[in-house]
């Protein structure tokens, strides 16, 4: 799949279906025409640079059934968290599938991921999002509530994106390797208070609880000034590390 943007819009292009965009609005491209990355697209809606597709760019094509995570927050969240090629990861909930989408091409095939959600729909929607970027051999949608589900194996690193995940660090702990991160993200200050009070019940150490703010600028020739249209607050990340058994003295 290749991305194609201009300053307002993003649309996809499918080489396998030679069609730009979706649905009735979709635009054949003709057999002789190869678009490759760098390549300018000249449409009736304007002018398009073609690009790779990346993560960052989830969030413009998918189709959206809940809020997502932002780009800037799941990236910090998988870089802190030690996510990399071949991490076993367990996530919850789904919602459209954009940090699902992170965490697939930083494991790469070599890695594996676990996505649960409660909400069949939801879990239908990341699988068809996630699936015009990424071959799903390694991901593993779970049906079910991450609060009470036995889920089976161990995990690198275990990401929370549910209401309450203060009400499913019990039962995920068993799934977190010692050294392991679970990651949460929540957007009000209560939900990370409750959660980071669960953590340490829990035996954890609570690394940070932060907020990331990323703030985009207007360039214009002689009248530069930040984007006026920039969403600020997104939402708490905390990061806790699981305690092995063992208490070493040296
Ligand atoms: C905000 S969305 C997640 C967004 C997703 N992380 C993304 O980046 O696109 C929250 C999701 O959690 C699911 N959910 C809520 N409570 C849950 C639970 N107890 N167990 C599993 N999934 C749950 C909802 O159905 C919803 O799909």
């Known amino acids: 799949m290749i991305i194609l943007k201009n300053e307002e ?69 998988i870089f802190r968290s030690g996510v990399k090629s071949g991490s076993m990861v367990l996530e919850a909930g789904a919602g459209s599938g954009s940090l699902s989408s992170f965490i697939l091409w930083s494991i790469g095939s070599s890695g594996k991921l676990v996505t649960a959600d409660n909400n069949e729909n939801n879990l239908a929607a990341t699988r068809e999002n996630l699936s015009k970027f990424y071959d799903l051999s390694n991901w593993l949608p779970l049906l079910g509530d991450i609060r009470t589900e036995n889920i089976e194996g161990k995990f690198h690193a275990i990401f929370l994106d549910i209401p309450d995940p203060w009400n499913a660090i019990s039962n995920v702990m068993e799934n977190l390797k010692p050294g392991g991160f679970l990651t949460t993200y929540s957007p009000n200050f209560n939900q990370m208070e409750k959660t980071a009070v669960e953590m340490k019940k829990n035996g954890m150490l609570v690394l940070e609880n932060t907020e990331l703010i990323k703030r985009n600028m207007l360039v214009r020739e002689g009248s530069t000034r930040p984007d006026h249209n920039s969403l600020w607050h997104t939402a708490f990340i905390t990061f806790a590390v699981k305690r092995s058994s063992s208490s070493l003295k040296l």
């Open 9 to 77: 819009k993003t649309l996809t292009y499918s080489e396998k279906d030679r069609k730009i965009g979706t649905g009735n609005s979709a635009i054949n491209v003709p057999p002789n025409l190869i678009i490759s990355p760098g390549d300018v697209i000249n449409t009736k809606s304007g002018l398009y640079t073609a690009l790779c597709f990346q993560p960052p760019e989830f969030g413009n094509v998918c189709k959206r059934n809940a809020q997502i995570i932002q780009p800037h927050d799941a990236a910090y969240m």
